[in-house]
């Protein structure tokens, strides 16, 4: 949980794919550290970078597919689950650094159910 709060500009927002909240990188750790410990313990996730914008001088937006793999410690059993997350980035102190994420799952809009996107297109 220490690697993920170094992430974050102290002061940084997040919003999980279920529309939770947080501002701060104490929250935005408090909010993952339960499910990392119990049903995301023995999962992993894949990101792959859709695209960057530099929007200022270090400031930067940047689009990315994520794909947790969920394992056998989440009560559904071994799943996928793929989010588009938006982020805009801040370089500070000579690094860059999260200010703003959110985490969207793919849902089809008729039936709620999640949806796995086509990993060879997008």
Known sequence: MQALGA??????????????????????????????????????????LIDKVQLADGVALIHFWS????????????????????????RQAGGWRIKALENVTLTNPRTGETVLRDRQGS
């Open 67 to 90: 794909r947790l793999q969920a394992g056998e410690a989440h009560p559904a059993g071994r799943h996928a689950v793929d989010t588009l997350i938006l982020a805009v980035l801040t």
């Open 7 to 48: 992430l974050f500009q102290e002061d940084a927002t997040f919003v999980n794919r279920f529309g939770h909240y947080v501002r701060g990188v104490d929250e935005i750790v408090k909010l993952h550290a339960p499910i990392h410990a119990t049903i995301y313990s023995d999962s992993t996730l894949d990101n792959e």
